[in-house]
């Protein structure tokens, strides 16, 4: 079964960006990761730094996002300690993740994407036409790469893909009522500990041209 759009969920160091770039390429696929963001951020009249910072923080200060809601960049400058107006219909997080969803169903439904973003397996569900993907590795192989491609010692590191699970765990149960993640909420499970980035984007193209 040939599917139309690709939706790859991944933890942080375990490679899943690098392989939806491969698979986009291997299957001639539109690669959506921030676009999807800035998209978003576009059709509610939002900064794209905004609404990413919405998904992954636990929640945004009500009057930053009384800022966004205006979106005036005076008002976004005063941050939390300015005055800052007031608005009758104020942006609100469920405002943020509707604009979201919606763009990550806009984007699946014109098909022929992989999407790297948002948890977008989440947003569009079980079907035939998504092949919804988990790339994932063991904390400790998750550290080393964080580290090796950044400024970070491998201590440093381990604590930053720990804070990363937490907020990915956060966001799934605030946005999608998920309590626990489980492999069977995918079609297909990658440890990028046992296969290579490259042998990883290989069966996911294979699994998606059916």
Known sequence: ????????????????????????????????NEEIVAR??????????????????????????????QGGGEAWALG????????EEQLDSDDIQSLIRETIEQTAARGKAVIVAHAASYAIGRGDAALRVLVTASPETRATRVAGAGELDQAEAARAVKESDAGRADYLKRFYGI??????????????????IEQAAELISQAASG
Do not use: W
């Open 1 to 32: 079964m040939t599917r139309s759009v690709v939706c790859i969920s991944h933890a942080a160091g375990a490679g899943g960006e690098q392989v939806g770039r491969l698979v986009a390429e291997h299957l001639g696929f539109l690669y959506v």
């Open 179 to 196: 309590g626990e993640e489980s492999p069977t909420h995918y079609d297909l499970v990658l440890n990028t500990d046992a296969v290579s």
């Open 40 to 69: 978003a951020a576009a059709k509610g009249g939002l900064d794209a730094a905004d609404v990413a910072d919405e998904e992954r923080r636990k929640s945004l200060g009500t009057r930053v996002l009384n800022a966004i809601a």
């Open 80 to 87: 939390a300690s300015g005055p800052l107006g007031s608005r």
